[in-house]
C-alpha cells in the first residue's frame, strides 16, 4: 500500500475514533466505578454485583444486538446521501429499543431462580437479585441511547455521545457515593444502601444518557435534515423492520455468544469460590475496560467502512480496514504491557483483601495475553457488520467460543485442576482463533469484495 493514503486513512479513523473510545471508557467507567465502590462494602456485596452485572448485560446482549442492526444501514445510506433511509432506519430502532426492552425486563425479574440454577450461593443470588431490579428504569432508556448514539456516529458526530458520557460519570459518582454509603443533607437524610444503592445509581445514569443525548439531538438539529415526518404505518412496515432484524439478529446473537462466554466463565469462577470469583470479575473489569479503546476504533472502522462502501468505493473501503485492525491490535499491545507491569497495584484499586489481590495478579499476566487477540477481532467483527455479514460474524463466535474456548477453559479449570487461571487461558485460545477467522475473512472476502446495500435517494 501507498504510504500516504494509509496516513490520511488513519488520521480519519482517529478523528473518528478518539471521541468514540472516550464515550466508551465513560460507560464502561460506570460499571467500574460501581464495581471500585461496592468493593469496598465487602467481598460477598463484590461478588454479588458481579453475578448481577453477568445476568444484565448476558440478557441484554440480544437487545443491544437487535438495535445495532441499524449500523450498516444508517452508515451506508448516509455514505449514499440516502436521507430518507437513513432517517426510516433511526426511526425504527427507537421503536425496536421500546420493544425489545419488554422482554428483557421479564428476565431480569427471573435474576434470582436464574442465578440458583446455574449454582449460585443462595444469598450472593438474592443480593444480585435486588442489584439487578433497582436497574430496571434505565432498561429501554440505555438501548434509547444506543440507537441515538449509532445514528450520530454514522454520520461521523461522535462529540455529543462523548460529553453525555461524561457529565453522566460524574452523576454516577454522586449518586453512588450517596445511595451506597448513604448521606446527610440538610434536612433529607439518606440511608447508606449498599449494593441496592449501586443498583439505583446505575438505572438512574442510565436514563440520563439517554434524555441528555435525545435534548442534545433535538436542541442542535443533528438529524433534521435526515428525519422524515413520522408516519406510523411507514416506521412499522415489516420489511423494513425485517431488514434491521436480518442484520441485528445475527449481531445480538454475536453478541450473546461473546458476552455469554465470558459470562459462562464467571459463572464457573463463583463454583471455585468467593474469592476466585472475585479476583475474576476484578481481572474481567479491567480487561474489559482496556477493550473500549479498540471497541472505539471498530465503531469507527463500521462508520467509516460503511460510508465508503455507500459511496460506491470498495478499494478504500477496504484499505480502511486494515488501517483499523493494524490499530486496534496495537493499542491492545500498550495494554498487555501495562498489565504485566502494574500486575500487583491494579487489583488493590478495587479490594484490600489479600486473596483476591493475589490471585487477580496471576491471572492479569494471561489477560495481557489475550488483549491482543480482542482488539483485533472486535475491529474484524465491526468491519463485517458494515459490510452486512452478519451471519458469518455470528458464525465465527460460535465455533470459537463454544467450539473451542468454553470446553477448553472447563478442563483446564476443573479436570487438570488449574482453577480461575485455566478458566482464563481457556478464553484467550478462543480469542486467538476468533481473531485469526476474522483476519482471513478481510483478506480473502472483505470489504474490496463487498456490495452496497443502500443506493442513493433520487
Not at 490520511?8 to 471521541?19: G, K
Amino acid at each position: 500500500m501507498n504510504a500516504a493514503p494509509i496516513r490520511v486513512e488513519l488520521r480519519r479513523l482517529l478523528i473518528l475514533a478518539v471521541p468514540i473510545i472516550v464515550s466508551q471508557l465513560g460507560s464502561m467507567l460506570l460499571g467500574v466505578v460501581d464495581m471500585l465502590m461496592v468493593g469496598h462494602v465487602g467481598v460477598d456485596a463484590l461478588a454479588a454485583a458481579s453475578l448481577g452485572v453477568v445476568w444484565t448485560w448476558g440478557t441484554m446482549a440480544m437487545g443491544m444486538g437487535l438495535v445495532f442492526g441499524i449500523d450498516p444501514i444508517v452508515s451506508q445510506a448516509y455514505g449514499a446521501g440516502a436521507g430518507e433511509t437513513f432517517g426510516r432506519a433511526v426511526q425504527r430502532g427507537l421503536v425496536l429499543a421500546v420493544l425489545v426492552s419488554i422482554p428483557l425486563a421479564r428476565l431480569w425479574l427471573w435474576t434470582e431462580p436464574a442465578l440458583l440454577y446455574a449454582g449460585q450461593s443462595p444469598e450472593l443470588a438474592r443480593m444480585a437479585h435486588e442489584y439487578v431490579l433497582m436497574q430496571l428504569p434505565g432498561l429501554p432508556t440505555f438501548l434509547i441511547y444506543i440507537v441515538l448514539r449509532q445514528s450520530l456516529q454514522a454520520r461521523g458526530i461522535t462529540a455529543p455521545g462523548m460529553w453525555v458520557v461524561l457529565v453522566a460519570n460524574l452523576l454516577n459518582v454522586v449518586l453512588n457515593l450517596w445511595l451506597i454509603y448513604g448521606v446527610t443533607l440538610g434536612p433529607l437524610s439518606i440511608p447508606a444502601l449498599g449494593l441496592r444503592g449501586a443498583g439505583i445509581a446505575t438505572g438512574l445514569t442510565r436514563a440520563t444518557l439517554a434524555l441528555g443525548l435525545g435534548l442534545w439531538v433535538w436542541r442542535a438539529q443533528l438529524l433534521a435534515d435526515a428525519w422524515p415526518r413520522w408516519r406510523w404505518r411507514e416506521v412499522l412496515d415489516p420489511r423494513g423492520l425485517g431488514e434491521i432484524l436480518r442484520h441485528g439478529v445475527p449481531v445480538g446473537l454475536q453478541f450473546s455468544f461473546e458476552m455469554w462466554a465470558f459470562q459462562i466463565a464467571t459463572l464457573l469462577a463463583g463454583q471455585i469460590g468467593a474469592a476466585a470469583l472475585a479476583a475474576h470479575t476484578v481481572v474481567l473489569n479491567l480487561a474489559s475496560l482496556s477493550f473500549m479503546v479498540p471497541l472505539g476504533i471498530s465503531m469507527a472502522a463500521t462508520t467509516r467502512v460503511g460510508n465508503l462502501l455507500g459511496a460506491g468505493r470498495p478499494q478504500p473501503a477496504q484499505r480502511s480496514a486494515w488501517v483499523a485492525l493494524a490499530l486496534g491490535s496495537g493499542v491492545m499491545a500498550v495494554s498487555a504491557a501495562l498489565f504485566v507491569l502494574l500486575r500487583g497495584a491494579l487489583p488493590q484499586l478495587y479490594t484490600g483483601d489479600v486473596e483476591v489481590v493475589t490471585v487477580a495478579a496471576s491471572l492479569l499476566p494471561i489477560a495481557a495475553a489475550f488483549q491482543l487477540f480482542d482488539g483485533t477481532q472486535v475491529v474484524g467483527g465491526a468491519i463485517l457488520r458494515a459490510m452486512g455479514k452478519t451471519v458469518v460474524a455470528a458464525c465465527f463466535h460460535l465455533v470459537a467460543f463454544y467450539g473451542l474456548a468454553l470446553p477448553l477453559a472447563y478442563w483446564l479449570a476443573f479436570t487438570r485442576g488449574l482453577d480461575v487461571p485455566g478458566l482464563w487461558w481457556g478464553l484467550t485460545a478462543g480469542l486467538g482463533t476468533l481473531a485469526v477467522l476474522f483476519v482471513g475473512f478481510v483478506a480473502r472476502r472483505g470489504p474490496a469484495h463487498a456490495r452496497a446495500l443502500v443506493d442513493a435517494d433520487p
